[in-house]
Structure formats: C-alpha cells, structure tokens
C-alpha cells in the first residue's frame, strides 16, 4: 500500500496524547453505556433499542476522539466517527444473538470484539503513520487486561453504587480509561515516529 504524505506536527503545547486520549475516551466510554442503559430499559422492541442506543453512543465516544485527533493533526475525518458506530453496532448486533443460542455469559469474548474495533481504527491510521504495529500491540494488551478489571474491579464494586445507573457510569469510566491510556501510549510512540520521520531523524532516541 502507498503510504500518504506524513502529516503537519501537532500543534505545539498540547499535553500527551497519552492523557487526553484516555480522559476523553473515559468520558465517552460512561456515556455510552448510560445512554445503552436508558434507552434500552424503555419498552418496545429490545434489539431495535439497544441498536440505535449503541449507535447514538457510537457516535459520541467517536466525535469525541476525532476531536484529538483533529489537536494533533491527524487528518482522518469523520469517517472515524461513522466507523466506530458501525462496527459497534455490529458487535452488539452480533453479542444479541449470540447470547439467544449460548448459554451463559460471554464476557471472556471481549477481547475478540475489542480488537475488531481496534482493527478497523488499525486500517484507518496505517495510511498516516510509518509504524502501526504499537497501536494493534497495545490496544490487545489493554483488552485482555480488561478482562481482570471488569471481573476484579467491576463485579467486586457493583454493590457499593446505587442505583445501577451509577455503577455503569463509573464501570464505563474506569475501563474507558484503562483502554484510552493503552491506546494514547501507542499513539503517543507513532505520533514520536511520524514527528522523526518529518524532520529527517531516523535515529533511535538516546536511552
């Protein structure tokens, strides 16, 4: 594949990207599962009700990073947007029914639906960046752990917030930000590569 032009530095005095992006994604992350939450309760058709919530948040948890990536003059567009509504929309589609013909609970896929999200953004970010493979390292470390923290962290805390409302607020916070840091650092090294690959300096930074 021809690799597009590298892109303009990001503007100068911004914090890391490895802080913005997982405060963002955090904000993001609670407010989809309120929204999934809420409306997917309301009565009507319940597939119907979990795919617009999952859109509508979707949208937002998109929106919001595409705001970073615009700071640091990633020139992706809303296509991040659109896409990461649609393969959550997929996913959650794919979980509905999944969960009509298997018993029991299908947390332990999490890491296989997450790193489909992630490989999709994956396709999206190869183009503007020399080195991609941090992005797809990190982003399946930061799920695989996510396992521990949503059966360590979420179901040990699930009794202290009340009403339920209040812990997938929290939850949804807490894992967003774990995967947000995860995928800033990998941002936060490919951004330092495209930034050496712009002035010219291929060397390895001094240990």
């Known amino acids: 594949m021809t690799q597009s032009p590298v892109s303009s530095p990001a503007r100068d005095g911004l914090p890391p990207i490895a802080v913005l992006w997982p405060l963002m994604t955090a904000l ?7 929204l999934v939450y ?18 509508m948040g979707g949208l937002i948890v998109g ?20 896409l990461n509504a649609g393969i959550l929309v997929a996913i ?14 299908t947390y332990w896929l999490l890491p296989v639906w997450g790193m489909i999200l992630d490989g999709s953004r994956w396709w999206l970010l190869r183009s503007h ?3 991609t493979w941090f992005w797809l ?3 399946a470390l930061g799920w695989v752990v996510d396992i521990a923290i949503f059966f360590g962290v979420g179901i040990a805390t699930i009794e202290l917030f009340e009403p339920e409302l209040v812990f997938i607020a929290f939850n949804g916070a807490f894992n967003g930000a774990w995967i947000g840091l995860c995928r800033g650092i990998a941002l936060m090294i490919m951004l330092r590569d495209r930034r050496r690959l712009a002035t010219g300096n291929t060397a390895p930074a001094a240990s």
């Open 38 to 55: 809420v409306i997917s309760n309301n009565n009507g058709d319940e597939f119907g009700r979990l795919v617009v919530a999952v859109l």
């Open 63 to 82: 929106w919001l990073e595409w705001q970073i990536l615009r700071l640091y003059r990633i020139p992706i567009g809303f296509v991040w947007c659109g």
């Open 137 to 139: 390292f990190f982003c």
């Open 129 to 131: 960046f020399p080195k």
């Open 92 to 105: 959650i589609s794919a979980l509905f029914h999944i969960d009509q013909v298997v018993a029991g609970d």
């Open 28 to 34: 993001g992350a609670s407010i989809f599962g309120v």
